[in-house]
T-cell receptor
Framework: DGGITQSPKYLFRKEGQNVTLSCEQN?????MYWYRQDPGQGLRLIYY???????QKGDIAEGYSVSREKKESFPLTVTSAQKNPTAFYLC??????????FGDGTRLSIL | QKEVEQNSGPLSVPEGAIASLNCTYS??????FFWYRQYSGKSPELIMF????GDKEDGRFTAQLNKASQYVSLLIRDSQPSDSATYLC????????????FGTGTRLTIIP
């Protein structure tokens, strides 16, 4: 089936630890995005990439890093510099000028 | 002023009635407008998108866009209990970079 796969579904981070969230798509979309959603809030853009080997910061990039080495993959690393990482993380992809579609999300919590 | 504003609700509508959800945006040059439905604990699901002034209908859903008033709405006819969810309005501004800006969402409850 075509779609966007995020893993893991749940993730726990220890103090001072970096963790990486996976996002894979087989829709052949050029653009991929990472959002963060806090309870009762809308989505805020962390990073986005419109082409392989290129990405831009979104509105809340501090404490996060990404890579885009392959068209189908856009992993997000939550670094120890992100002091409040507990949130629902959503990955999306789209073709140019087309609506974005989302994966099922990863819930990150602090141990 | 927030870039995309929605009434957070909750909005309660009787089953079978019309639910009306509203969204205003601040960037007058915005080009693309989207409505997503998000059930509790789930990821957003695209319901409608609209690019031109006027109405766009898809089944029980109608999106309405008024660029002069910087206003976009979603009407849900014959509301069903399964429509109970949070509805997110999202806008792509006039920046050419495909960045979506989301409102905080309106929580809709359909009362049987």
């Amino acid at each position: 089936d075509g779609g966007i796969t995020q893993s893991p579904k749940y993730l726990f981070r220890k103090e001072g630890q970096n963790v990486t969230l996976s996002c894979e798509q087989n829709l052949n979309h050029d653009a991929m995005y990472w959002y963060r959603q806090d309870p009762g809030q809308g989505l805020r853009l962390i990073y986005y990439s419109q082409i392989v080997n290129d990405f831009q910061k979104g509105d809340i990039a501090e404490g996060y890093s990404v890579s885009r080495e392959k068209k189908e993959s856009f992993p997000l690393t939550v670094t120890s510099a992100q002091k409040n990482p507990t949130a629902f993380y959503l990955c999306a992809s789209s073709e140019r000028n087309q609506p974005q579609h989302f994966g099922d999300g990863t819930r990150l919590s602090i141990l | 002023q927030k870039e995309v504003e929605q009434n957070s609700g909750p909005l309660s509508v009787p089953e079978g009635a019309i639910a009306s959800l509203n969204c205003t945006y601040s960037d007058r040059g915005s080009q693309s407008f989207f409505w997503y439905r998000q059930y509790s604990g789930k990821s957003p699901e695209l319901i409608m998108f609209i690019y031109s002034n006027g109405d766009k209908e898809d089944g029980r859903f109608t999106a309405q866009l008024n660029k002069a008033s910087q206003y976009v709405s979603l009407l849900i006819r014959d509301s069903q209990p399964s429509d109970s969810a949070t509805y997110l309005c999202a806008v792509i501004g006039n920046f050419g970079n495909e960045k979506l800006t989301f409102g905080t969402g309106t929580r809709l409850t359909i009362i049987p």
